[in-house]
């Protein structure tokens, strides 16, 4: 089987089937896994969890992040 043969079998797989696909192969191009720094990722998702949940932060909508961050790169070009 080619590269291409192997391209056009993925490519006609189902969707969560290519995704899953898709993932596992781009974990293979990161090498081995940073222990550590998968550690720190974890604890850092527990914690912004923790703290959307206990209500200690502040949320923004993305819409109105995006609306603040146009404003400021039009304020800059004028």
Excluded at 3 to 14: E, F, K, M
Aim: charged residues 35%; glycine residues 6%; aromatic residues 2%.
């Amino acid at each position: 089987m080619t590269t291409t043969d192997l391209r056009d079998a993925a490519l006609n797989l189902p969707l969560q089937e290519r995704a899953g696909l898709a993932r596992e192969l781009l974990e293979s191009l990161d090498g081995s896994s940073d222990t550590d720094v998968d550690e720190a990722w974890a604890g850092a998702i527990e914690r912004r969890v923790h703290e959307v949940r206990d209500g200690s932060v502040h949320l923004i909508d993305g819409d109105e992040v995006h609306d603040a961050i146009r404003s400021r790169l039009a304020a800059k070009r004028q």
